[in-house]
């Protein structure tokens, strides 16, 4: 079975610090992406990378950063964590797969609250 | 805004009776997927069906796919307690890896 385990499950941390969230993958699954879910706004892609060393921008990148310097891990970082980024943090990873049908197993997901 | 958008958003039934979502998409796509979340947990994977594919089953659930009217139904049969979740919908459109998610139906089930 995929799993996908995300470094911690409750994080609280004050506003202006510099956040980690850790998504580890043990599948050598090439695509990993990383989501913010929000009441009333279902789930947003923030960033994604298709291969080590490699990033895209989603749909709200401004404020995140990530870094994948390994296959099966992908980080999501928040240099100066703001209140607005209250929210329950999703990884996801897939594998290509004949014609393109890539389904995406997620971690548990990772509830961050900024005071 | 969402790619896909599911309707109703809260659902409440009673065990035994049957539960449909529905989901509406705006772009063409390849394939559509649905997805589960309990409470507070991760996103997991149920049934996936092809562009090309009208119905697919899988167990209690049933899928269908109109993409004349670029629209989805999930059917969950005799549903039970256990069933109470959030259901997803996702499309991929037709270039990328990349998934959009529609805001979610909120399923109870009442023992």
């Known amino acids: 079975d995929v799993k996908v385990t995300q470094s911690s499950r409750y994080l609280v941390k004050r506003t202006g610090e510099k956040v980690f969230l850790e998504c580890v993958q043990d599948?050598?699954?090439?695509?990993m992406f990383w989501y913010r879910q929000d009441p009333g706004l279902g789930l947003r892609l923030i960033y994604f990378?298709?291969?080590?060393?490699?990033?895209e921008k989603g749909d709200i990148p401004e404020g995140y950063s990530v870094s994948r310097e390994k296959k099966e891990r992908f980080s999501l970082i928040l240099e100066s964590a703001s209140t607005n980024q209250t929210s329950m943090y999703l990884c996801?990873?897939?594998?290509?797969?004949?014609?393109?049908?890539?389904?995406?197993?997620f971690g548990p997901g990772t509830r961050l609250l900024v005071l | 805004s969402q790619q896909g958008e599911e309707d109703p958003q809260a659902l409440s039934i009673q065990e035994g009776e049957n539960a449909t979502m529905n989901c509406s998409y705006k772009?063409?796509?390849?394939?559509l997927q649905w997805y589960r979340q309990n409470s507070g947990r991760g996103l997991v994977h149920l049934i996936l069906?092809?562009?090309?594919?009208r119905e697919k089953h899988s167990g209690r659930l049933r899928v269908t796919l109109d993409t004349s009217k670029k629209s989805s139904s999930l059917l969950i049969t005799a549903s039970r307690a256990a069933d109470t979740a959030s259901y997803f919908c996702?499309?991929?459109?037709?270039?990328?890896?990349?998934?959009?998610f529609g805001e979610g139906t909120q399923l109870t089930v009442n023992p």
């Open positions: 990378s298709y291969d080590v060393k490699m990033k």
């Open positions: 996801a990873s897939s594998s290509p797969g004949q014609g393109r049908e890539e389904t995406q197993y």
């Open positions: 069906i092809r562009s090309n594919e």
């Open positions: 772009t063409s796509i390849n394939n």
């Open positions: 599948m050598d699954h090439e695509n």
């Open positions: 996702a499309t991929d459109g037709t270039s990328g890896s990349r998934l959009t």
